[in-house]
């Protein structure tokens, strides 16, 4: 089975996950000039109601890979502080997802991450999505 191609300019539409399950959008953001990053959360139910959200500031120097890294974790353990356990997880980075399906190698600066969310107690390649896919 091959690689879906990547076609710009697609209009994305946000889609509710099925009866009963929860959706978890996550993203990340680099602000170079002030040497940190945010991660955000949001979490919606079947009719796309918002469940809960978080957003984070990280005063760290990290790049745009390393944020949205961050931003998977801290979904992860947002859903479990929030009690939510039927979700899916959905991102916009192609490089992250790929990592979390084992689809693809993890590179070094974020490896300790990867390992890490996938270490937590869901069936991750059951409950990932990408959005739209980026270049980080």
Not at 106 to 115: K, L
Request: charged share 25%; with cysteine.
């Amino acid at each position: 089975m091959g690689l879906p191609k990547l076609v710009r300019n697609q209009v994305v539409a946000w889609a509710p996950p099925s009866a009963s399950r929860y959706k978890v959008n996550v993203d990340g953001a680099v602000f170079a000039s002030r040497k940190s990053v945010g991660v955000g959360v949001l979490i919606r139910d079947s009719y796309g109601q918002v469940v809960a959200a978080i957003s984070k500031k990280i005063n760290a120097p990290l790049g745009p890979l390393e944020a949205e890294v961050k931003a998977w974790e801290e979904g992860v353990k947002f859903v479990r502080e929030v009690g939510v356990y039927d979700f899916k997880l959905e991102g916009d980075s192609l490089v992250v997802f790929n990592a979390l399906r084992g689809l693809s190698t993890t590179h070094a600066a974020v490896e300790s991450v990867i390992r890490g969310v996938l270490m937590e107690p869901i069936k991750t390649n059951e409950l990932l999505e990408k959005q739209l896919p980026e270049l980080c």
